[in-house]
Structure formats: structure tokens, C-alpha cells
């Protein structure tokens, strides 16, 4: 998996190299990474700590063979020189194995959520 994240209101943009993550799956119905979303907030709470990035937007893209996933960082990276100035982040962050019970706990906090997505009431 690697990271990208910008800030709309900047003409800087953060990338990641390649990093293997232990013990990560990927649902076998969706085809998506389990956890993805915790992945991204992880380079968030990192950009803002370590760059001074306020509020940038995160994805994360992974895939199985590290050959594909070198292939679509470049494809990304050259998409976006164009508008951004790229940093690589690489040497500072380090993607965390994903913990289940983490993102339990942080959901129960906010409310918990019916199947809609909408708060249920208690």
C-alpha cells in the first residue's frame, strides 16, 4: 500500500512509498482493504503532527503485488506534478498494523450508527 494526500488550499502534495503492511486483509466480498479508512486517518493525524498539513485529504491504494502498486504511485505522482509539488513522506511515517478493537471503540464514541449510516438515538 502507499499514501497521497494534498491540501486544496496548498500547492504541496505528500506521497508514501510502497510499504508492506503485516497481517492486513482484504474482504473477499468488496475487494477492499480492510481498515483502509483507518490507514488514511493514520497519514492525516501524521501530516498534521509532522508537516503542518491542516486537514488534507488522504487516500490510500493497495493491491497485492508490490510491482502494481509501484507502477500506480508513479502513474499518481506524474498526475499531480503537474498542479502539486510532491514531498515524499516515506522516511518519517510508517503505516500501523490495523487494530479492529481501536475502530470500536472510536465508533462507540461518536454514537453508534444504524445500517443507513445515520446516528441512532439512545
Given at each position: ?7 486544496f ?13 503485516d ?21 492525516q ?9 491542516t486537514?488534507p485529504?488522504?487516500a ?21 506534478e ?19 478493537e ?7 464514541a ?5 445500517k ?7
Amino acid at each position: 500500500m502507499f499514501g497521497f494526500a494534498t491540501s486544496f488550499v496548498d500547492s504541496l502534495a505528500y506521497i508514501t512509498d510502497v510499504q508492506y503492511i503485516d497481517s492486513s486483509f482484504i474482504d473477499t466480498k468488496t475487494k477492499f482493504l480492510v481498515g483502509r479508512n483507518m490507514y488514511s486517518l493514520q497519514l492525516q493525524e501524521f501530516l498534521a503532527k509532522n508537516e503542518g498539513c491542516t486537514h488534507p485529504v488522504t487516500a490510500v491504494f493497495f493491491g497485492k503485488k508490490k510491482e502494481k502498486m509501484e507502477k500506480k504511485m508513479l502513474s499518481v505522482r506524474r498526475r499531480f506534478e503537474r498542479d502539486f509539488k510532491i514531498k515524499n513522506v516515506s522516511c518519517n511515517f510508517r503505516a500501523e498494523k490495523y487494530n479492529e478493537e481501536e475502530t470500536i471503540q472510536s465508533s462507540e464514541a461518536g454514537g453508534a450508527k444504524s445500517k443507513s449510516g445515520k446516528k441512532s438515538k439512545k
